[in-house]
């Protein structure tokens, strides 16, 4: 028998007594506003507000489903407990018809933000941002860790879509899928300047419900899908859709592209980096790479160093 709506004082009369071990007790949700609150950022599930010096609260689409919200924190929960620098997500709440995750955080601002901020820290900020991932990929969860495998999430999708391709198409994505190495090391899921936020000169992550287990490749194949492909969509999508999913002027993407990436893989130096992002060769060069063939490019490029990095 669900019991649901319960006001916090029943609430903890359910879960003393141990009745919440007996009956699916649910608590009622609190109410926020978010007007008149700063937008840090937003994507594909909802956008993230701050709310005080003390919290921010991403607030999910109207469709995304509350037994949604609580799985992305019950993943957030499980990753803090994997040693991931995370925000400390400690309630879930209504906002309008909407519902959201509340995270206490100090004066913490995004990668993003401080891109935009000074530019010229952009060196320092997606180097350090590429390193902390690559931390990240040194974490190898347990077999009960409970994150899903990004692997099988693919697959997946790709059967999701195979109603509007071709049969030929369908098996192409899934041997494509197939053929990367299985891993079982810790992946962010999106990890983008505007999850990344800086409290105190550290790093935290937010909006981590897209945590998995897999190849680190498809962590890196997400930061170029940020940073390349989509400010390549302009004439698709505005400029100002496209700074608003950045989080920062399209400006500076290939420039935070060419950091992160070399200072993952250890390619160059920083005075190397530095020239090669001014470099209007390469940017040239790189402009024609769109699209699913730069994906396909560079995915399989990963796949070989990261073979090499870490073995076969």
């Known amino acids: 028998m669900p019991v649901v709506n319960v006001s916090n004082d029943v609430y903890e009369i359910f879960q003393v007594t141990g009745f919440t071990e007996l009956l699916d007790v649910k608590k009622k949700l609190r109410e926020i506003s978010v007007e008149g609150c700063e937008l840090i950022g937003q994507g594909g599930y909802g956008k993230v507000y701050r709310i005080n010096e003390e919290t921010i609260a991403k607030i999910y689409n109207p469709r995304i489903t509350l037994d949604f919200v609580e799985q992305e924190r019950n993943i957030s929960q499980k990753a803090f407990l994997l040693g991931v620098p995370t925000a400390i997500s400690y309630d879930v709440v209504k906002c309008g018809d909407c519902f959201g995750v509340v995270y206490e955080l100090l004066n913490a601002k995004t990668t993003a933000q401080l891109i935009t901020e000074d530019p010229s820290k952009i060196p320092e900020i ?29 697959l997946s999708w790709a059967d999701s879509v195979s109603a509007f391709i071709t049969e030929e198409e369908s098996e192409k994505i899934k041997a494509f899928i197939n053929s990367i190495p299985d891993r079982n090391t810790f992946l962010h899921g999106d990890y983008n300047s505007k999850n990344v936020m800086m409290q105190n000169g550290e790093f935290i992550l937010i909006d981590i419900g897209d945590a998995a287990v897999g190849h680190s490749v498809f962590d890196i194949a997400g930061l170029m899908l940020a940073y390349i492909i989509l400010p390549n969509t302009r004439g698709i999508k505005s400029d100002e859709e496209i700074m608003s999913l950045l989080g920062f002027d399209i400006q500076y993407a290939q420039k935070v592209w060419g950091v992160m990436c070399a200072t993952y893989f250890g390619l160059k130096t920083p005075e190397e980096i530095g020239a090669a992002t001014k470099n209007e060769e390469v940017k040239q060069r790189s402009s024609l790479l769109t699209g699913a063939a730069l994906r396909r490019i ?5 796949r070989r160093r990261l073979s090499h990095l870490c073995g076969a």
């Open 298 to 302: 560079f995915i399989s490029y990963c």
């Open 126 to 154: 997606a180097g350090r941002s590429a390193g902390l991932l690559k931390q990240l990929h040194q974490i190898v969860p347990g077999e009960d860790s409970g994150l899903p495998d990004r692997k099988k999430k693919l």
